[in-house]
């Protein structure tokens, strides 16, 4: 079976492919079994805590990442380096339990799939 990753790298609002990314993952996730979710850069505001989208009269989607773990997709990795990066030193800010690695770590696990998709 082949091992799909999913690499989110750019903030949630003012395009669409975060929720292009997430929607593309619930689809796979019935017929891939290994999809790793990566979030890098500014994708790591994809699964900020308490986003307020209405304020700029958009749509909130990032609850819907949580539908994921139901999906038996449990492998999200953080990038450590991203997060110190917009000033965020610990990962209670954000709704999914996630793995927080460096940025050599990820682009290792990364290497390690078949696909890599970025949004």
Known sequence: MKKIAIIFSHAPYGTNLGQEGLNLALSMSCYVENIGIFFVG???????????????????????FKILITNNINNFYLCYDSLLQRGFYEHSHFILNINICSFKKIRKKIQKFDFILNF
């Open 42 to 64: 500014d994708g790591i505001f994809q699964i900020l805590n308490y986003q307020k989208p209405h304020y700029i009269l958009s749509q909130s989607y990032y609850l819907t």
